[in-house]
């Protein structure tokens, strides 16, 4: 039973060989909380001053023009600069976002169109962010590290996700949206620590200065090797396809008959699930045919939307929250690795841009079908059909591209060099 535990709970080691990894990973998940808290109560805001989900859905049109073009010129700037210098500008940037947010919950009467204009602006910000922290992981680990340190990144990710939409439903009622903005102001106190004790994180071997051309040989290089480019349709099929955050304000107040504080539950129950996941994270990280268990947890995440879609009871609907969150995080390490084990020192920035504007893109695009669903065909009939054209749709990649069920990780890890 003790070997059986040991295999099975996640590999701390990546938090012992690297402090500079751990001192990133910590400072990350305390902002997390705060952007999290953040993330719940534009939405309800937006809500409760138009009792819209499509106003709600339109957050997300709000910050994709940005997130496209930041996103993928930040990675090309991610491979050109020290990275270390950059997370600390864009995270100047986001806290100024986040101070005007709580300025205009304090002063009262919100405008609509400032809350879209401070997504879209953080939406940027975090574009060319999240590449460079991405890009700094396989320069702090080893190879044969990444794939506990993405469990690892989860983990923190997910236990930010529970304790924000939670934290945001309780802030949210007790004391209204300014002390909510309030918390996530202070929380970028530890993103600036962690940061400011990092070593110098230039580009290394393969950077070269930023520019149209740079984003274009990156995209040429994800065009050409097939298991990169599924890692990134694969994402797009499920997000774009059967991602629910819209319809929570929604089901919340309407379906299920709640308050902020059901919201929060919804908000907070996908990332309970995926935090489940990283505590078996040694199991997860030791599988060898990542691509395969990629196209199994797509399709259980689709599933699990349409049965959120078919209730109107509460806690089954939490529970397929619960199965869509741990198969999604599933998903995501096994997606990370293999973005990077299988992308050159000097394009990890522009790989990585490219790979945050699919994976914050892509749920931005699924709001919008969402909410536009939700508001000619009805909630629930909203997330069923997603649900099951996503099933529908990883089914026919995996026949499209079978080499992808085929990867060995192992092998990849070997090819570049432990």
């Given at each position: 039973m003790p070997g059986l535990l040991a295999r099975v709970a996640p590999d701390l080691?990546?938090?012992?060989?690297?402090?500079?990894?751990r001192r990133l990973l910590g400072g990350q998940v305390v902002s997390l909380v705060g952007t999290q808290i953040t993330q719940v109560a534009v939405p309800l805001q937006v809500w409760e001053a138009t009792r819209s989900s499509l106003a709600v859905s339109l957050i997300g049109v709000a910050g994709l023009v940005p997130l496209v073009v930041f996103g993928l010129y930040g990675g090309a700037i991610a491979d050109a600069v020290d990275r270390r210098r950059l997370v600390l500008v864009?995270?100047?940037?986001?806290?100024?976002?986040?101070?005007?947010?709580?300025?205009?919950?304090?002063?009262?009467?919100?405008?609509?169109?400032?809350?879209?204009?401070?997504?879209?602006?953080?939406?940027?910000?975090?574009?060319?962010?999240?590449?460079?922290?991405?890009?700094?992981?396989?320069q702090l680990l080893p190879g044969t590290s990444l794939a506990a340190a993405n469990n690892l990144r989860q983990a923190g990710f997910q236990s930010g996700m529970i304790a924000g939409p939670l934290l945001a439903g309780v802030i949210v009622g007790a004391g209204g949206y300014g002390w909510a903005y309030?918390?996530?102001?202070?929380?970028?106190?530890?993103?600036?620590?962690?940061?400011?004790?990092?070593?110098?994180?230039?580009?290394?071997?393969?950077?070269?200065?930023?520019?149209?051309?740079?984003?274009?040989?990156?995209?040429?290089?994800?065009?050409?090797?097939?298991?990169?480019?599924?890692?990134?349709?694969?994402?797009?099929?499920?997000?774009?396809?059967?991602?629910?955050r819209a319809l929570f304000p929604a089901l919340a107040y309407g379906t299920f008959h709640g308050d902020a504080a059901t919201a929060g539950l919804l908000y907070a129950a996908p990332a309970v699930g995926a935090f489940a996941v990283t505590l078996v994270g040694g199991a997860v990280a030791r599988v060898r045919r990542m691509g395969l268990g990629v196209i199994v947890s797509i399709a259980i995440w689709g599933l699990a939307v349409a049965l959120l879609g078919a209730t109107s009871w509460l806690w089954l609907g939490l529970s397929a929250l619960l199965v869509a969150g741990a198969a999604d995080t599933v998903?995501?390490?096994?997606?990370?690795?293999?973005?990077?084990?299988?992308?050159?020192?000097?394009?990890?920035?522009?790989?990585?841009?490219?790979?945050?504007?699919?994976?914050?893109?892509g749920p931005r695009l699924g709001d919008i079908r969402t909410g536009a669903t939700a508001a000619w065909w009805g909630t629930g009939a909203s997330l069923v059909s997603g649900g099951l054209v996503c099933l529908a749709g990883i089914i026919a990649l995996a026949l499209a591209v079978p080499s992808f069920a085929r990867y060995d990780a192992r092998k990849a890890e070997a090819a570049r060099g432990g």
């Amino acid at each position: 039973m003790p070997g059986l535990l040991a295999r099975v709970a996640p590999d701390l080691g990546p938090l012992r060989s690297s402090p500079a990894y751990r001192r990133l990973l910590g400072g990350q998940v305390v902002s997390l909380v705060g952007t999290q808290i953040t993330q719940v109560a534009v939405p309800l805001q937006v809500w409760e001053a138009t009792r819209s989900s499509l106003a709600v859905s339109l957050i997300g049109v709000a910050g994709l023009v940005p997130l496209v073009v930041f996103g993928l010129y930040g990675g090309a700037i991610a491979d050109a600069v020290d990275r270390r210098r950059l997370v600390l500008v864009t995270s100047t940037v986001m806290l100024a976002v986040s101070a005007v947010l709580l300025v205009q919950a304090v002063l009262g009467s919100p405008h609509v169109w400032l809350l879209f204009v401070c997504v879209a602006v953080q939406a940027g910000a975090a574009a060319v962010d999240s590449p460079a922290r991405s890009s700094m992981i396989p320069q702090l680990l080893p190879g044969t590290s990444l794939a506990a340190a993405n469990n690892l990144r989860q983990a923190g990710f997910q236990s930010g996700m529970i304790a924000g939409p939670l934290l945001a439903g309780v802030i949210v009622g007790a004391g209204g949206y300014g002390w909510a903005y309030a918390a996530d102001v202070v929380s970028f106190a530890a993103v600036f620590y962690s940061v400011l004790r990092l070593p110098s994180m230039p580009p290394g071997d393969g950077g070269r200065p930023a520019g149209l051309s740079s984003v274009l040989e990156g995209l040429r290089f994800l065009a050409g090797n097939k298991t990169l480019l599924m890692t990134f349709l694969v994402d797009i099929n499920a997000m774009v396809f059967a991602a629910p955050r819209a319809l929570f304000p929604a089901l919340a107040y309407g379906t299920f008959h709640g308050d902020a504080a059901t919201a929060g539950l919804l908000y907070a129950a996908p990332a309970v699930g995926a935090f489940a996941v990283t505590l078996v994270g040694g199991a997860v990280a030791r599988v060898r045919r990542m691509g395969l268990g990629v196209i199994v947890s797509i399709a259980i995440w689709g599933l699990a939307v349409a049965l959120l879609g078919a209730t109107s009871w509460l806690w089954l609907g939490l529970s397929a929250l619960l199965v869509a969150g741990a198969a999604d995080t599933v998903s995501a390490i096994y997606r990370s690795t293999m973005l990077q084990l299988g992308t050159p020192p000097g394009m990890q920035g522009r790989l990585q841009g490219a790979h945050i504007v699919v994976v914050t893109g892509g749920p931005r695009l699924g709001d919008i079908r969402t909410g536009a669903t939700a508001a000619w065909w009805g909630t629930g009939a909203s997330l069923v059909s997603g649900g099951l054209v996503c099933l529908a749709g990883i089914i026919a990649l995996a026949l499209a591209v079978p080499s992808f069920a085929r990867y060995d990780a192992r092998k990849a890890e070997a090819a570049r060099g432990g």
